[in-house]
């Protein structure tokens, strides 16, 4: 099963915010899922000020400029991990080093893999696998 977790943005996770030991410690966070075999792919986003959205209302598509305030949907960067359930994912997600300060969040997303477009109804997540 493949995930997407994201790591939403914070005083933690952003770019220049980031201490040197807690950059440390994300490094060795991130050789330890590679190791593992767990990780597919890890990037960093730039700030939302150098980042632009789309919008769309009344037929109209405009364009605006970050920066963007604080809010759910910030986003601070993301892994795509190789895991053998969503609970093994919750675990792997546990161990991150941001999941130690107070304001963060993470949110794991499986991946749709080709069998499982067109399983109408079945979102391939059970409500047991996420009980902690």
Not at 11 to 28: I, N, W
Request: proline content about 3%; glycine content about 10%.
């Amino acid at each position: 099963m493949r995930f997407m977790v994201i790591l939403k943005g914070d005083k933690y996770s952003q770019p220049g915010s980031v201490s040197q030991g807690l950059f440390t410690e994300m490094a060795r966070y991130n050789h330890a899922l590679l190791r593992a075999g767990v990780l597919v792919a890890a990037e960093g986003l730039h700030p939302s000020d150098s980042g632009v959205r789309i919008e769309r209302s009344s037929g109209q598509r405009t364009v605006v400029r970050g920066p963007f305030g604080a809010s759910d949907d910030l986003v601070a960067g993301f892994w795509v991990w190789q895991a053998a359930s969503l609970r093994d994912a919750i675990d792997w997600a546990k161990r991150c080093p941001l999941a130690d300060k107070a304001d963060a969040r993470i949110e794991i997303r499986q991946l749709y893999d080709f069998g499982d477009v067109g399983a109408e109804g079945d979102r391939g997540i059970s409500d047991a696998a996420v009980a902690a």
